[in-house]
């Protein structure tokens, strides 16, 4: 695999996560995790953040407003994000 293709497969991995979260939303721990479990074994925090960002930016999730620890950012998927994997097959 190519670095793109590895970004783009990390992208999908990030957004299918914040899919799974019902709503909930994830934070970058939990982003962390799954990118992890997900085979992406050396994947930093500032990574993850750029790639959330860059989902953000493409409308795809958006961040989440925190009463309780505001601290610790989180993200949610939207219906741009979930019509992106219905379009994939990845539902």
Request: net charge negative.
């Given at each position: 695999?190519?670095?793109?293709?590895?970004?783009?497969?990390?992208?999908?991995?990030?957004?299918?996560?914040?899919?799974?979260?019902h709503?909930?939303g994830?934070?970058?721990?939990?982003?962390?995790?799954?990118?992890?479990?997900?085979?992406?074994?050396?994947?930093?925090d500032?990574?993850?953040?750029?790639?959330?960002?860059?989902?953000?930016?493409?409308?795809?999730?958006?961040?989440?407003?925190?009463?309780?620890?505001?601290?610790?950012?989180?993200?949610?998927?939207?219906?741009?994000?979930?019509?992106?994997?219905?379009?994939?097959?990845?539902?």
């Amino acid at each position: 695999m190519n670095a793109s293709i590895d970004r783009e497969l990390l992208r999908i991995n990030l957004l299918s996560t914040a899919q799974n979260s019902h709503g909930l939303g994830i934070t970058l721990v939990i982003a962390k995790m799954y990118a992890r479990n997900g085979g992406f074994r050396n994947v930093t925090d500032e990574e993850i953040f750029s790639e959330m960002g860059y989902l953000a930016d493409k409308g795809l999730i958006t961040s989440v407003e925190k009463v309780i620890s505001p601290e610790n950012k989180a993200w949610r998927i939207t219906a741009a994000g979930t019509d992106f994997l219905a379009m994939e097959g990845l539902l």
